[in-house]
């Protein structure tokens, strides 16, 4: 390993460059180790370098999800709404609401318009379950050490979370080995409140997409959920603030 090493410093010395190498993680869970220790095989990786950032992957749980996705849906209306000077008829709270939110483009904006706005959420809540999230650590020879930098990988950059919704993940969430497997998924489980509340929310959230006038169908519903109708019928007689006419969905009340 000195041999191999040296080698690294020869082309410092002779081309007065840096080098920069990168190397991978020992197996099992790395989040309790000091970032220097994580390197597989000689300990040789993390006495040699003079600066050594070492990447550990965040395991992004179902709430953190939702809350980006709702961010994603009133950013995209907002902005759809302000394009056509329309953003005086949302208020603050309403900015933050989805579904407040998203009932506002359909009652401003034309349908077509409507239906560009519902497009680009969709890819863009594509694109949302394709990132991964990143925590950055450093041990540094010669410099003050830096505090860790939490990062998305939304291929093919990483971005810094600026938001800050990253710092609060413990690194070994989802991936220590040293919990029995059954607890893993046993915490992963969510009680029938939980499971309940999230089919509420996401008819209300379909309704809102597709809904022209305070209206839509059981077909269109279906459709955009990507399910059945008999599915759409059996979450609109649980949720209770819905009603069907002759293939209409309308809201109780309205």
């Known amino acids: 390993m000195a041999a191999f090493c040296n080698q690294f410093d020869k082309v410092c010395n002779e081309l007065e460059c840096a080098v920069i190498y990168c190397h991978h993680h020992s197996k099992g869970a790395q989040g309790g180790k000091r970032s220097m220790d994580r390197a597989s095989g000689s300990g040789v990786f993390a006495r040699d370098p003079d600066a050594l950032l070492d990447l550990i992957e965040l395991e992004i749980n179902e709430n953190l999800r939702t809350a980006e996705e709702n961010k994603i849906i009133c950013d995209i209306a907002y902005k759809w709404l302000c394009r056509f000077n329309k953003e005086t008829f949302v208020s603050d709270d309403d900015r933050l609401s989805p579904v407040q ?23 863009a809540k594509k694109k949302l379950y394709s990132r991964s999230a990143w925590r950055i650590e450093a041990t540094l020879r010669e410099f003050p050490k830096f505090a860790p930098v939490n990062v998305w990988f939304d291929y093919p950059v990483h971005k810094i979370d600026n938001n800050g919704v990253l710092k609060d993940i413990d690194a070994d969430d989802g991936f220590n080995v ?77």
Request: net charge positive.
């Open 101 to 123: 939110i998203m009932k506002a483009v359909r009652d401003n904006l034309q349908l077509n318009t409507c239906q560009h706005v519902t497009e680009e959420i969709e890819a």
């Open 178 to 254: 040293k919990r029995s497997p059954w607890k893993n998924n046993f915490s992963k489980k969510k009680s029938a409140a939980e499971k309940k509340k999230e089919r509420m929310e996401s008819l209300e959230t379909a309704f809102s997409g597709v809904a022209e006038n305070g209206c839509t169908t059981v077909a269109e519903l279906a459709e955009y959920m990507a399910t059945t109708e008999k599915t759409i019928r059996n979450r609109i007689k649980e949720h209770g603030g819905f009603t069907i006419a002759e293939g209409k969905v309308l809201e109780k009340g309205k």
